[in-house]
């Protein structure tokens, strides 16, 4: 590696010598922020001259606060997280690049991960079974047999690979064990001139590895090829980003929890635009932050736009390391590495900032946020006023400045503009008082009589779900603990659950249910139905399970509007459950208190929670527990011991996992009646050597689309239909649609997923005006009829023929979903020809080897005049060794006329060269590692 701007030098810690590379060698670090310290130290250990350049390294040192548009640099995290939904396919690809390498010749041992990689199976676990001692034993039973495909090949692969460790399924939520146990903060390995050390950073397979970032950890969520590149050791392209400083001052008033400081962050940083951006806290009120509140702020960054919100290094983090039993040598070189960098806390410095914005804790007040968006919160008080405008069919103010541009639900249009807006104070926190908002929302109420021989009323705003889930506070002992006392002081008081409510707890990892124990909560948590249920994510993703049957036959029934409250960080309609139109987030105190009053119409502040054994009524203020009583049981029972203990054994497994029957060897054995993995085809013909590039000759239109095209319109998520092409397959091969489970589920199977692509109920293909869904015409037939975009996919991979896709504005927007482009490639699609591209989406293309064109400024599939009938020509590719920056494009229509213009090529970076000149990088990475085989086996 070069050293250009000699800060290559050495650290002492305990004796033992690391190399570093220092930071105050740049004249420049100290002003940056502490993210941007991180990117820079990245640049100066990987610089080689190619692809990290110096002109990378200077462009980052000379980062200008107040300018958008930064230069594009590589970076290269240390390591990769997955969960199993998508950690499956990265996992498919490496097994099928070991087959690909023995066709070849090659040694499969030298197909691993060239990075620590680490898997936590954390989605698959649903709440079938609630409110009983054997809930957690049954729901892991159940999910060991409807995943037991997956997991062998899991199990395979934590036997098969280098630098590749799988956390079993019971274990824990992926954030939670990575902070817990997995995070190092200061990465260490073995370098050519001895032991390096160097900022732990990572990216994840899910949007909130951000979570880590309370802990000093520079890591975000990406999709599943940026994974798979970063696993295999290729950086990454990315913009240097602009940087939002959150300074936070004050302290937290009493009764307000972390749910209520990262609720109203969410919804400050939400309304102020933090999209793409890095957002960093900083300022005297960071040292007074515990770091479970920091992981919370961390964990929700995707909820407010975020890529990633971090905190600096301080006493807490190493505090935070010393409880979770991390070696005292590694918490001594955390503090030495930071302070030697520049990287440690300094309340009175302030970096330069793109935007800066301020927090004052004081006037946090209790919140949940809803009924469908994180960003939207309701202050306690006001709940049932929401719910009852909510219900009612009336707009609900928000409470801060610019309410009428973002907080009104799109359901409910304002009938009054000019009361609405003089609703609207600017004031200060504001939104309709009890007289300002008529209680009068349509009552439905239905009898229903249970199996036990009890009866109860259900109505419109009921709770029929209350969960402790998610990583978001699963982790945070404050808000955990505080929910086992009130849980014990409202068993102590006499009361009980609604029967209607269907209680969970998943915590996010085996440590909550220790200190649960320890402390002596668990049997109150019991006695109120938050039985265990399972480790991980369950309702925040949706595993809800059923709700109770007579519940739920009463809810279709008489079509109530039902609502969930839950622990988690995501509400999205129809995400938590099909059957609850409105979603709530709160913290798990606030969840247990929704259990016992079981409706959204009551006012926890005010209305009491129900009636106590001695006939009086309980308050919400009665059994609230007091920060003191939180914090002394926290430290009684949540000790090191307890994390050392329960991450001992942590990659062993149950007996379920261990007994697993799975292959010996190097390489996997596929089983053809698999539904859940198969081979893929991405290294079908691939040789030793690329295959000259080739002009695009007669290709079809497959999609004519407009703008904002997202990542979700493309790749396959959520339920499979009967009567869909994914469907259909898995009824040909005898599984039945009570089985289907989901594409996430089914990632591994690129069968299903390709039949899944592109099918978008709300896709609009306009070479299939009138249709909704993924529906084209198929022009290899004469009368090109309109069919499914799978159907017509097949009938021109018959014919040869080769295919493009045309489309608008901001074409891959949201989520980086890596079967967004792999699905695009399986259809047969060689070229997308857009008007602009969200970044990641287009260098995933390219990962696939999907040509991303561009028209120039000024010109749109419209303006040039193109229906999508024609047939295209791309000429500029043939008899090149890089892509052109121009390509010629033909576009022919049925009596002969053509149209030419010129299409930008958008190949940005000298690595997305190399990927597309192999056909795409997993293609690039088999030759890459078979040379290196090559020249082991020749020494």
């Known amino acids: 590696m070069a050293n250009s701007f000699g800060t290559r030098d050495q650290l002492v810690v305990d004796h033992d010598k690391y190399e570093i590379h220092r930071l105050d060698r740049i004249k420049t670090a100290h002003r940056l922020p502490y993210s941007l310290k991180v990117l820079l130290e990245n640049l100066l250990r990987n610089e080689d001259g190619h692809r990290v350049t110096a002109e990378q390294v200077q462009a980052l040192a000379d980062w200008q606060p107040q300018v958008t548009q930064q230069r594009e640099i590589q970076y290269t995290p240390a390591r990769v997280l997955m969960q199993d939904f998508t950690g499956v396919p990265c996992v498919v690809d490496l097994v099928a690049m070991r087959d690909a390498i023995i066709a070849l010749g090659g040694d499969p041992q030298h197909i691993n991960p060239l990075v620590p990689s680490e898997l936590v199976i954390d989605h698959s676990v649903i709440a079938d079974v609630f409110g009983r001692a054997d809930a957690f034993a049954v729901n892991a039973e159940l999910e060991f047999g409807r995943n037991v495909e997956r997991y062998q090949l899991l199990r395979w692969a934590q036997q098969a690979f280098n630098n590749f460790k799988v956390v079993p399924p019971g274990t824990g939520i992926c954030h939670q064990v990575n902070l817990e146990y997995l995070s190092r903060v200061v990465f260490t390995r073995e370098g050519p001139d001895g032991m390096m050390a160097y900022p732990d950073t990572l990216v994840g397979t899910d949007s909130h590895t951000p979570m880590v970032n309370g802990i000093g950890v520079l890591g975000w969520g990406v999709g599943g ?3 798979e590149a970063a696993m295999l050791g290729q950086p990454m392209s990315m913009l240097i980003p602009e940087v939002v400083g959150l300074k936070l001052t004050g ?31 900083y300022g005297p009120g960071v040292a007074a932050i515990p770091l479970a509140n920091r992981a919370t702020l961390g964990n929700m960054s995707p909820e407010y736009g975020a890529t990633c919100a971090i905190f600096p290094i301080d006493d807490e983090t190493l505090a935070y390391l010393r409880l979770t039993g991390r070696p005292e040598h590694q918490i001594r070189l955390v503090e030495a590495y930071a302070k030697a960098q520049g990287l440690w806390h300094d309340p009175e410095h302030e970096a330069e900032y793109s935007q800066t914005l301020e927090l004052d804790l004081s006037k946090l007040e209790p919140s949940i946020a809803g009924p469908k968006r994180p960003q939207d919160r309701i202050p306690l008080r006001l709940a049932p006023n929401a719910v009852g405008a909510l219900l009612a069919g009336r707009p609900y103010v928000s409470l801060e400045p610019g309410c009428l541009d973002d907080a009104i639900d799109d359901s409910f249009p304002a009938s009054d503009p000019a009361a609405l807006t003089a609703a609207c104070r600017s004031d200060g926190p504001r939104a309709f008082d009890d007289s300002e908002i008529e209680r009068d929302w349509p009552h439905t109420p239905v009898d229903i009589a249970f199996a036990d021989g009890s009866s109860a009323t259900l109505d419109n705003g009921h709770v029929v779900i209350a969960a402790i889930t998610s990583c978001t506070n699963t982790s945070n002992p404050s808000v955990m603990i505080g929910a086992g006392l009130l849980a014990r002081k409202a068993v102590e008081k006499g009361l009980a ?29 019991d006695e109120l139905g938050f039985n265990l249920v399972g480790y991980g994510c369950t309702t925040c993703i949706g595993n809800s399970g059923p709700l109770i049957p007579e519940v739920a036959a009463a809810v279709d029934a008489h079509k109530l509007n039902v609502s969930a409250v839950l622990s988690g960080n995501r509400n999205f309609e129809g995400r938590i459950h099909p059957q609850t139109q409105m979603n709530f987030l709160a913290s798990p105190m606030l969840v247990v208190a929704y259990a016992l009053v079981g409706t959204m119409q009551t006012n926890l502040l005010k209305d009491p929670l129900g009636t106590g054994s001695d006939g009086k009524p309980v308050y919400l203020r009665d059994i609230w527990p007091s920060t003191r009583e939180i914090q002394e049981l926290i430290d009684a029972c949540v000790q090191a011991e307890l994390f050392t203990k329960g991450y001992a054994s942590v990659f062993d497994g149950d007996a379920n996992w261990r007994g697993l029957d799975v292959p010996e060897g190097n390489a996997f054995e596929w089983s053809a009646d698999s539904t859940y993995v198969r081979q893929p085809p991405y290294f079908d013909g691939v040789g030793r050597e690329p295959a000259p590039l080739t002009d695009i000759r007669g290709a079809r239109v497959l999609a004519k689309l407009g703008d904002s095209v997202t990542t979700d319109h493309i790749s396959p998520a959520g339920a499979i239909k009967a009567d869909s092409p994914a469907g259909q397959y898995l009824v040909s091969h005898g599984v039945e649609p009570g089985d289907f489970n989901s594409y996430g589920s089914r990632r ?69 979903r890596d079967w967004a482009a792999k699905g695009t490639a399986l259809l047969g699609v060689r070229a997308v020809i857009a008007e602009s591209y969200e970044r990641i989406h287009r260098s995933n293309l390219i990962g696939m080897g999907v040509l991303p064109l561009q028209y120039k400024d000024g010109e749109t599939a419209d303006s040039l005049g193109l229906s999508g009938e024609e047939t295209f ?58 040379a290196s085989s090559d020249a082991a086996s020749a020494t």
């Open 748 to 816: 591994g199977n690129h069968e299903v997923m390709i039949r899944g692509t592109f099918a978008n109920i709300r896709l609009r293909n306009q070479l299939a005006p009138g249709t909704e869904g993924g529906f084209t015409r198929d022009f290899s037939r004469a009368e090109a009829p309109v069919c499914s975009i799978y159907e017509a996919s097949v009938n021109y991979l018959k014919a040869a023929t080769p295919l493009v896709i045309l489309t608008g504005k901001e074409y891959g927007s949201g989520s980086s």
């Open 873 to 930: 020509d791309i000429d500029g590719l043939a008899g090149t060794e890089a892509p052109a920056h121009t390509v010629q494009v033909r576009a022919t229509d049925a009596q002969g006329k053509v149209k030419t213009f010129e299409a930008v090529v958008r190949i940005d970076t000298p690595v997305e060269a190399d990927y597309y000149l192999h056909g795409g990088i997993l293609p690039y990475m088999l030759r890459q590692l078979l």
């Open 251 to 281: 302290a937290f008033p009493p009764g307000t929890t972390a749910t209520d400081m990262v609720l109203t962050v969410a919804e400050l940083l939400r309304r102020t635009g933090v999209v793409g951006k890095f957002v960093e806290f």
């Open 497 to 525: 659950r609604k029967p209607w409510v269907k209680t969970t707890l998943a915590p996010g990892s085996r440590v909550v249910t220790d200190y649960y124990d320890r402390a002596g909560l668990t049997p109150y948590l």
């Open 225 to 227: 090829i940026e994974a």
